[in-house]
Structures are given as structure tokens and as C-alpha cells.
């Protein structure tokens, strides 16, 4: 296990690079992909997910079937804890994107809040920390574009709008209508914060091993799907490390 301080040092490094791409895409107008990415550690699987895909019971039975531990809220509570911040008060940053009116207004009527960078960077300390003690599935946050990808699985769970409508309206309480409503407001939030914190397109596919439609392959299929393709990649590791 690294030691804090390099932990910083690397979480340091990574958020200067993507600034430096950033600063570059706005004066040529063109993405920068690559930069810094940790490596060592794992074996684990990130699942990034459309709410109402099934996508957070999909890692949850990952985990159950693979003897790990999967990290959702308790990422938030891990945050919490290291910044010694009460959770609700960083549940407005957990996956959201905020603009510097936001941070100031919050750290105006809040005066413990600790603000996006520092929050971000506490976010990627914990994922990192996470993934290098590996066997574990890490449910959202962005992680697939943080860490390396050759030490886990990156996977996708997507759904047609209308079983995800159906799901959130069921499961939630919610009209039709206010479930497509608070869907198409999740999907523009993820997709802001992904953007924000990562400089990246949350549907670019090349952020990912494996996409899956959940609704159409079925909760078992899917299941299965995550751990051959978990299973080869892994293969496919041991056999990189054996020629090195």
C-alpha cells in the first residue's frame, strides 16, 4: 500500500494533467486523450450505469457470485470519513457536477463545506486506495476513466428508455412522466460530472471493456457475461506479466 503522500502526489499529478488537456482542447479545439492513469493493484470491476438499468443489483450480484465487496454508498462514507465531513453535506458533490457559484454559495451557508477540487481529489484517493487492495466492484464515480484499464474490467450497463421509465416508476413511486423526467435530468447530471471531473464523454465506448444491455440480455445473462469477460481479461494479464 502507498503511503499518503504519494497518493497525493499521483492524485496531483493526474488532475494537472487533465487541466494541461483541457487548457490545450480550448485553444486547438481538439480532445487530448491518455495522460497518468495509477497502476498496480486489482484485480477489480467498475460498472458505470444509466439509472434504471439494473446496473447497481448487476455489480451487487458480481460481487455476491466473485466473494468481493462492492463499494456504492460506502465510496461517500469513505470520502466522508477522510475529509472528516458529514456525508449529507457531500451528497450535493457525490457524482454531481458544480460550477464555482455553487461552491461558493454552499461554502457560504455551509462554512465545512470542503468544495468540488477537494472533494474530487479525495474521491480519487479513495478510488485508487480501493482498487490497488483490489477484489472489488466499484459502482459509478467515474472510475473506469481513472484507473488503469489493465488492471480490472470496465463495464457499461445501459437500458431502452422505456424499461427504465417502467423500472424507476415501480420502484420509486414515481408517474411515468415524472420518472422520464428525473431520468433525462440523471443522464444530463452524470454526463456533466464525468466532463467536469474526468474531461470525458460518459458514452464514449472506448471508456469501457464491456457494454450491456441489461433489459435485453437478462439479469443472469449479464451476470455471467461480466465474469467471462472478467475471467478472460485477467487471463489475458497473468499472461502479460508472465513475458515482462
Known amino acids: 500500500?502507498?503511503?499518503?503522500?504519494?497518493?497525493?502526489?499521483?492524485?496531483?499529478r493526474q488532475i494537472s494533467t487533465w487541466d494541461s488537456q483541457e487548457r490545450l482542447r480550448e485553444e486547438t479545439g481538439k480532445k487530448v486523450?491518455?495522460?497518468?492513469?495509477?497502476?498496480?493493484?486489482?484485480?477489480?470491476?467498475t460498472v458505470s450505469l444509466q439509472l434504471g438499468?439494473?446496473?447497481?443489483?448487476?455489480?451487487t450480484a458480481v460481487a455476491a457470485r466473485l466473494g468481493w465487496q462492492v463499494f456504492n454508498k460506502?465510496?461517500?462514507?469513505?470520502?466522508?470519513?477522510?475529509?472528516?465531513?458529514?456525508?449529507?453535506?457531500?451528497?450535493?458533490?457525490?457524482?454531481?457536477?458544480?460550477?464555482?457559484?455553487?461552491d461558493y454559495l454552499d461554502h457560504l451557508?455551509?462554512?465545512d463545506h470542503p468544495g468540488r477540487p477537494a472533494y474530487l481529489r479525495e474521491m480519487l484517493g479513495v478510488l485508487w486506495t480501493i482498487a490497488r487492495e483490489g477484489h472489488a466492484v466499484i459502482v459509478g464515480r467515474g472510475a473506469n476513466w481513472f484507473l488503469d484499464p489493465g488492471d480490472g474490467l470496465r463495464v457499461r450497463v445501459?437500458?431502452?428508455?422505456?424499461?427504465?421509465?417502467?423500472?424507476?416508476?415501480?420502484?420509486?413511486?414515481?408517474?411515468?412522466?415524472?420518472?422520464?423526467?428525473?431520468?433525462?435530468?440523471?443522464d444530463a447530471d452524470r454526463a456533466a460530472f464525468i466532463r467536469q471531473a474526468f474531461k470525458q464523454d460518459i458514452d464514449e465506448g472506448l471508456g469501457y471493456d464491456l457494454v450491456i444491455n441489461h433489459a435485453a440480455l437478462g439479469h443472469d445473462a449479464a451476470i455471467d457475461s461480466v465474469l467471462a469477460a472478467l475471467g478472460r481479461k485477467l487471463e489475458h494479464r497473468r499472461g502479460v506479466q508472465r513475458t515482462a
Open 1 to 12: 500500500m502507498h503511503n499518503s503522500t504519494e497518493l497525493d502526489q499521483i492524485v496531483e
Open 33 to 45: 486523450s491518455g495522460g497518468l492513469r495509477p497502476r498496480g493493484g486489482g484485480p477489480w470491476v
Open 53 to 59: 438499468s439494473g446496473g447497481v443489483e448487476l455489480a
Open 74 to 102: 460506502e465510496l461517500l462514507q469513505a470520502i466522508a470519513s477522510r475529509m472528516h465531513v458529514r456525508e449529507r453535506i457531500l451528497a450535493r458533490l457525490d457524482g454531481h457536477a458544480t460550477g464555482a457559484l455553487q
Open 109 to 111: 451557508f455551509v462554512p
Open 158 to 186: 445501459i437500458a431502452p428508455s422505456g424499461t427504465r421509465v417502467e423500472w424507476l416508476a415501480r420502484t420509486g413511486t414515481l408517474s411515468a412522466a415524472e420518472a422520464q423526467r428525473r431520468i433525462k435530468e440523471d
